[in-house]
């Protein structure tokens, strides 16, 4: 595209912050080449929430609809009802765009602490379902509040929905030199939803003959991570099992403040969004602490998804060098700071 | 108890192996001391279901019932569909027996090599809801084998189940030097369920005023498993996160080879199961490779249910000695032989 037109949804606590310093290495990374963005800012969050009780309503999605991308901040705040912000807003744009992939790769970049004491090269990235699973809000509750209260949350899987995501796992995993793919569910108590992902790989691997496939268990996957996170090339699981484990591979390649993600929607009936993988965290919101690499290794996402893959490199490259000089740096950068000197290096 | 009537369990591949050990230990640890131990083995696992297609008939489950406590060692088999004896068997045994207390204590003995660079103390314990949550079997699918096909998995929490192992947990963190309690749930996503958790956690909170309660979502919380395991004491949670996070546990702590577990039923309607977390590893199974320590700390929980404080003690610091002199071995011992050494040290 000549011209990109990008809604950002910046959202709550560090949001703001992180956002800004990734329109920064956008714009630094299309310097010269011709590409223009226009972003529109979506008020959606926490204080619209506060000041109209709404969180993301039709004309809403309607206006984010006509972007090419999406780049979001966080959301969620503490002075919001747990849940509100998260399905009414997150999970409503990824549901509603059909981000079925959920991209997050996981790299262990030369310089970084790991807190692993033999982390090995770690590289891999994980495909996570993003429509289905525990995640589409099937449950309910009677009794609330009385001691007869039984809530239930219904974990919905369709052959449609996993065969698709599946297929792009497959598909990345191909184009990657180790051309490996891990199932991670736990088929052995899951058996119904395990069972259908288990004969999709198997069906899917048909057209990928080249991909060698090994499957483990959610749990076990966790002690590999810790042990040899080395093993892992491309990863796929459900969305509830891949939020859980990208926060564990974010941990162990440096933490979040690295950990990027890109909401996918393949077919591209809509536009993709791209988010750092931490949250709002009110804790430091307002300070200048967040580490905004994260945000800008989304924006790298973001320019590859777009066709801009040269810019993508430099965005990527950037960053590691970026995180190779922050070893042994007497000082910690500011939000800002680290988004000037990322947005410097992008330009060259 | 001055005679204990126990059920053991063995199961499959390596459980076996380690349950002979761990009933070494136990005799050991009451040798002298007039409790005397009756055995009564039950053949369940893959074996029993290619002989009879059975897994667990309610004459094997009356004639457990008649037990003081069950030792259990692994149970799955490659050659067995998978779910069919974790559902069939295992699970059903904790859900029969309402084993809704499934306590993981996960702990970095002096010695172990940890996968962490700097795992400081590490001393906590996970209370893993036991009868309800994920794992219910509430699941079912449609149009199997069809692109049509839908596969949902319910999880069931009920006000009754879960303020009855809130309570538990309460009242272990209680009892220990940091009386801090963590609840892990994901109560922005899954809100009918958390939500549930998080009422319940508040409201049994008043009858412990002086425990500390904080929450995590179950992905942060994977995040301080290996950033800062030392901030946990005990973890309350549902059994599917219960799964994940005492498999990480126990690989930041040395490796599953090493960690106990007991299913508990605390209202004492039935017996107790005891049974180390690692499942019955094929591949190496009947090499004389397995680690029966954990099994032995799993038959500690035991003596410990059953009134045998001391005994208890004993195993585990006959435990913690064999451990802290494995440091620079230069052999690794067999299965049978780290069995024999156990069953010395705790004799004294
Ligand atoms: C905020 C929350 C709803 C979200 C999720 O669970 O997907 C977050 O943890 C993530 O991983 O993007
Ligand atoms: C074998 C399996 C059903 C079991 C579980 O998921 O509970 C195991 O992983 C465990 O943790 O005891």
Redesign the interface.
């Given at each position: 595209a000549q011209h990109i037109r990008l809604a950002v949804v910046a959202g709550d606590g560090i949001g703001t912050e992180v956002v800004e310093q990734g329109l920064l290495a956008l714009e630094s990374a299309l310097h010269g080449s011709g590409t223009t963005v226009a972003t529109t800012d979506f008020d959606l969050g926490a204080r619209r929430w506060h000041a109209t009780g709404e969180t993301l309503t039709d004309t809403d999605l309607d206006a984010i609809r006509a972007h090419d991308a999406i780049l979001l901040g966080a959301i969620?705040d503490p002075t919001v009802p747990?849940?509100v912000l998260?399905?009414g807003l997150l999970?409503k744009l990824r549901f509603a765009l059909d981000h079925y992939v959920n991209l997050r790769p996981s790299k262990l970049f030369p310089g970084v602490a790991?807190?692993?004491?033999?982390p090995g090269d770690v590289d891999f990235v994980v495909v996570r379902e993003g429509t289905e699973g525990?995640?589409v809000?099937n449950?309910?509750?009677i009794?609330?509040?009385?001691?007869?209260?039984?809530?239930?949350?219904?974990?919905?899987?369709?052959?449609?929905g996993v065969?698709r995501v599946v297929r792009d796992a497959f598909a990345r995993a191909a184009a990657r030199p180790r051309k490996k793919l891990t199932l991670v569910h736990?088929?052995?108590?899951?058996?119904?939803?395990?069972?259908?992902w288990?004969?999709t790989v198997e069906a899917v691997n048909a057209e990928f003959p080249d991909v060698t496939v090994d499957y483990l268990h959610?749990?076990?996957a966790?002690?590999f991570l810790?042990?040899n996170p080395s093993r892992f090339d491309v990863i796929v699981t459900d969305n509830?099992f891949g939020?859980?484990l990208?926060?564990?591979a974010?941990?162990?390649t440096g933490?979040?403040g690295l950990a990027a993600s890109a909401n996918i929607n393949p077919d591209r009936t809509a536009p993709s969004m791209f988010e750092p993988v931490h949250g709002s965290a009110p804790d430091i919101a307002g300070q200048g602490k967040a580490d905004p690499t994260a945000t800008v290794l989304s924006v790298a996402l973001l320019l590859e998804h777009l066709g801009h893959t040269d810019a993508a490199r430099r965005v990527e490259a950037a960053v590691a060098a970026d995180i190779a000089e922050r070893r042994g740096a007497e000082r910690v950068r500011s939000t800002a700071e680290v988004g000037k000197d990322l947005a410097a290096r992008i330009a060259g």
């Amino acid at each position: 595209a000549q011209h990109i037109r990008l809604a950002v949804v910046a959202g709550d606590g560090i949001g703001t912050e992180v956002v800004e310093q990734g329109l920064l290495a956008l714009e630094s990374a299309l310097h010269g080449s011709g590409t223009t963005v226009a972003t529109t800012d979506f008020d959606l969050g926490a204080r619209r929430w506060h000041a109209t009780g709404e969180t993301l309503t039709d004309t809403d999605l309607d206006a984010i609809r006509a972007h090419d991308a999406i780049l979001l901040g966080a959301i969620g705040d503490p002075t919001v009802p747990s849940g509100v912000l998260e399905r009414g807003l997150l999970l409503k744009l990824r549901f509603a765009l059909d981000h079925y992939v959920n991209l997050r790769p996981s790299k262990l970049f030369p310089g970084v602490a790991s807190p692993l004491a033999n982390p090995g090269d770690v590289d891999f990235v994980v495909v996570r379902e993003g429509t289905e699973g525990p995640y589409v809000g099937n449950g309910g509750a009677i009794r609330v509040g009385t001691p007869h209260e039984v809530a239930n949350e219904v974990s919905v899987n369709t052959a449609f929905g996993v065969e698709r995501v599946v297929r792009d796992a497959f598909a990345r995993a191909a184009a990657r030199p180790r051309k490996k793919l891990t199932l991670v569910h736990k088929h052995n108590v899951l058996v119904h939803a395990g069972h259908l992902w288990r004969r999709t790989v198997e069906a899917v691997n048909a057209e990928f003959p080249d991909v060698t496939v090994d499957y483990l268990h959610v749990d076990a996957a966790t002690i590999f991570l810790v042990t040899n996170p080395s093993r892992f090339d491309v990863i796929v699981t459900d969305n509830l099992f891949g939020d859980i484990l990208t926060d564990l591979a974010a941990a162990i390649t440096g933490g979040i403040g690295l950990a990027a993600s890109a909401n996918i929607n393949p077919d591209r009936t809509a536009p993709s969004m791209f988010e750092p993988v931490h949250g709002s965290a009110p804790d430091i919101a307002g300070q200048g602490k967040a580490d905004p690499t994260a945000t800008v290794l989304s924006v790298a996402l973001l320019l590859e998804h777009l066709g801009h893959t040269d810019a993508a490199r430099r965005v990527e490259a950037a960053v590691a060098a970026d995180i190779a000089e922050r070893r042994g740096a007497e000082r910690v950068r500011s939000t800002a700071e680290v988004g000037k000197d990322l947005a410097a290096r992008i330009a060259g």
